[in-house]
């Protein structure tokens, strides 16, 4: 009862700084509404659609070459690259208070697995490494992050009450204990990521899914595309089934055995590529003296800067905040559909089965159909985003929803929704929310086909162009801008959160 | 422990195998379905031609296969005009060789919705002035270069000054679903792409049309790496060549699809060149 009574009025004032927090973001994406470019251009789609309709229940299985090979492909190099990202993860997590290593993480998870790709991709050639370590990599960042946040939140009070704190074993006993359930159920889902990463990159050239579903829609050959993303939802819907930690090691075996090993690694390339193509291009030239060189560098970066940086960065924060708030809402309409205190089992599974469909579907095809619909602008960018990450969000607090038990009387329905159950699950959702802005803000790279003129257009471009010194450039700012996003959301969780893990004591 | 295991037989795996047969690969622009199937035809030819192990590799993206080409992952690779003369600026000694017969003459075909009420003229119409448009592919010569060289000749402004919205599509066939749904106004597309959909019944004339055409140009051709010589022996070069006009199999050359291929040399590109250097693709 003390404790109780100890604890209320903190609650109290977080409660508030929730409600604040919220209403802050809600001003700050209205403003940013102000800014963004909304247009609705009257179109006519109805003739692509139908075909798009007509290919998803006709599907057909057998028109894609060599389709097990590419489903095959596409679990092996997620299991691998989640594998490695995981162990590498998991010792970045014990080092996170080190200084540098937060920076560290937070810089090599802010670059898409795509530029990653293509950043290997000069070094490595279109190979089995190349695709690994675009996953492996970013990945890493990804689980130190989240691993680091999971012991912090986790009680403290068994290792507290050990006489020798510092041992492996009082590690192992007191902490890992403790924290290993949610170490496995976050490396699951990181686990379906990792599967949808690795189809993704299939749209630069590894042999994955994403090659031939990437062509299927390209082309309109929706009858394919239909079967490969049925294939893709049902991988993914399997995942819990199939996915046994004893089987692991089989499944690694399985997936080094089958993917292609024709690696091409050529410390003449690696030297190549340090040492020119990611030079900035005025101190290539040779000739010229010392100063001209560097009056032609600084030109270089203030024109990088000034014609694209700027510009990119401003879209980027001004997307990226409208989705996050059209994510949360998109989350809070859609967890009741997963949860057991709204239905029952059989309509769970059809809850369950739509946020797959929406998780699932990579964010470039959903935005060609949005784009169909509404025109060029950022509205279709914002509601392909929304829908995605707003789908993946209501999933996580469906199920930590599952895991709250309420009393006998409870209410029902929209009264259970509003005063019982948002209330308790409003501080998950807000970290969530509030990590899930660095993946929106990555994910808006790839949505150049709208014209939207994000770090990541410029990005991909440079790539095109073949300027990797550009591309080089442009990430690092894509870094810097995702350490600010990591300090504000870790700052804004700070004030909510401390007394979120008070709450759980109490209970 | 584990991840650094991990690593070590990611390495173990991926050791340098330096391919002893010859390896091509084709940029997927017009037609990407099956690309294995109708590829690994080319190379089952070329290798009874040549007598060496021919193998094709598919690639996604233009940028991709003049890496690959760059890396000597590749040596022999069909390119687009643009991506052709990227790739035999960062490979010194590498030559085109063939072309098809129609990329003598490549074009490149505007495309407006009805809504505009654009119609076809010989001139590049004012009207396009305000519109939205999309071009391909960014690393594409119909779908990018060439566009963007005609619409900054013409109106003497870069795209994004022109027009009200300026988009990359990223593919030829979507640039057409998306300018006759009406998302965009106008859009720029690779001609052979336009005739394929056109007779294949995806295009409906009421919605969509071919509103100007520019002059034509040289496109796709056949690039090799000067120092296959050196490998498969003097003259090598030349036999490839000859393995590639002479290809007269309907079905082969469907593939590209092409009616026949004739010679070409890197002279016959300068103008890609130069045109990409004047809007600054090229440093």
């Known amino acids: 009862m003390a404790v109780h009574n100890a604890v209320k009025p903190q609650s109290y004032s977080t409660a508030a700084g929730m409600k604040r927090t919220s209403l802050w973001f809600l001003l700050i994406a209205a403003l940013c509404l102000l800014l963004a470019d909304l247009e609705v251009i009257r179109a006519d789609p109805w003739m692509e659609l139908g075909r798009i309709g007509l290919g998803l229940i006709t599907p057909n299985f057998f028109a894609t070459e060599a389709l097990l090979d590419a489903l095959l492909n596409t679990l092996a190099f997620a299991l691998i ?21 937060r920076q560290f993480c937070a810089s090599i998870r802010a670059v898409h697995e795509l530029f990653w790709a293509l950043l290997f991709l000069q070094i490595f050639g279109l190979s089995t490494l190349t695709g690994i370590l675009a996953i492996a990599i ?24 050990l006489p020798k704190q510092q041992s492996l074993s009082a590690f192992f006993y007191a902490r890992f204990a403790i924290a290993y359930p949610h170490f496995r159920s976050y490396c699951l889902y990181r686990l379906e990521c990792g599967i949808r990463s690795s189809a993704i990159l299939g749209f630069i050239g590894l042999p994955t899914l994403g090659f031939h579903l990437d062509t299927a829609f390209k082309q309109g050959n929706y009858s394919e595309a239909a079967a490969l993303l049925y294939l893709f939802f049902i991988v993914i819907a ?32 690696l030297k190549r590529f340090l040492g020119e193509d990611i030079i900035p291009s005025p101190l290539r030239q040779s000739g010229g003296d010392f100063t001209e060189q560097i009056l032609a560098l600084m030109d270089w970066c203030w024109q990088l800067l000034y014609l694209q940086a700027f510009e990119g960065v401003f879209n980027t924060i001004v997307l990226s905040i409208i989705a996050l708030v059209g994510s949360g809402m998109v989350a809070l309409l859609l967890f009741p559909l997963v949860s057991r205190h709204f239905f029952s089992r059989p309509g769970r599974g059809l809850g369950h089965a739509l946020l797959v469909v929406f998780r699932s579907i990579p964010e470039l095809i959903l935005t060609f159909i949005t784009t169909l619909i509404l025109g060029p602008s950022m509205l279709p960018a914002i509601l392909a985003l929304s829908l995605h990450n707003g789908a993946i969000i209501g999933y996580l607090i469906g199920q930590h929803s599952n895991g709250l038990q309420l009393r006998a009387d409870s209410s029902r329905g929209l009264n259970l929704y509003s005063y019982e159950l948002l209330p308790r699950i409003y501080p998950q959702f807000l970290a969530f929310l509030l990590y899930r802005w660095e993946v929106i803000v990555r994910e808006t790279a790839i949505l150049g086909v709208l014209g939207i003129h994000t770090l990541g257009f410029y990005i991909d471009s440079a790539f095109e162009d073949l300027r990797f010194d550009r591309a080089l450039f442009l990430i690092l700012i894509t870094a810097a801008l995702n350490l600010s996003i990591d300090s504000l959301s870790r700052w804004l969780r700070s004030r909510i959160h401390r007394v979120n893990f008070e709450r759980v004591n109490s209970c | 422990m584990k991840s650094i295991t991990f690593a070590l037989v990611a390495l173990l795996f991926s050791v340098n195998i330096q391919a002893q047969s010859l390896t091509f690969t084709a940029i997927p622009d017009q037609d990407e379905t099956l690309l294995k199937t109708r590829f690994n035809k080319i190379a089952t030819y070329l290798s009874e031609r040549l007598d060496i192990e021919v193998k094709y590799v598919p690639v996604k993206s233009y940028a991709a296969a003049v890496t690959a080409f760059r890396n000597n992952q590749v040596q022999l690779a069909w390119f687009g005009g643009l991506s052709g003369v990227r790739a035999r600026l960062l490979v010194p000694g590498s030559m085109a060789i063939a072309q098809g017969y129609e990329d003598q003459f490549f074009q490149t075909y505007f495309i407006a919705h009805s809504s505009t009420g654009l119609e076809s003229t010989d001139q590049f119409s004012d009207n396009i002035k305000q519109r939205t448009f999309t071009f391909g592919s960014k690393g594409s010569t119909s779908g990018r270069l060439m566009p963007e060289f005609h619409i900054r000749k013409q109106f003497n402004k870069a795209p994004d000054q022109l027009f009200r919205r300026v988009g990359f599509s990223g593919d030829h066939s979507r640039t057409i679903a998306l300018v006759q749904s009406g998302a965009y106004d106008v859009g720029a597309v690779n001609f052979k792409v336009w005739e394929r959909e056109l007779a294949a019944g995806k295009i409906d004339n009421s919605k969509v049309k071919v509103i100007w055409k520019t002059p034509t140009y040289p496109d796709y051709q056949w690039s090799i790496r000067g120092d296959v010589e050196q490998h498969w022996g003097e003259g090598f070069v030349a036999k490839v060549q000859k393995a590639l006009l002479e290809m007269s199999d309907p079905d082969l050359l469907a593939s590209f699809p092409r009616q026949s291929f004739i010679k070409a040399s890197n002279d016959d590109f300068q103008p890609v060149e130069d045109v990409a250097r004047s809007i600054g693709l090229i440093d």
């Open chain 1, 238 to 269: 399997t995942l819990r089934q199939w996915m046994r930690l004893k089987l692991l090691p089989v499944y690694l075996a399985a997936g080094f055995y089958i993917l292609p090993q024709s690696t091409l690694i050529s410390l003449e390339h």
């Open chain 1, 138 to 161: 970013p990945y890493s960042g990804i689980f130190a992050k989240v691993y680091a946040e999971i012991l912090e939140e986790s009680d403290h009070r068994p290792i507290n009450s």
């Open chain 1, 81 to 101: 690259g989640v594998t490695i990202a995981n162990c590498v993860g998991f010792l970045l997590a014990l080092l996170f208070n080190k200084p540098g290593v």
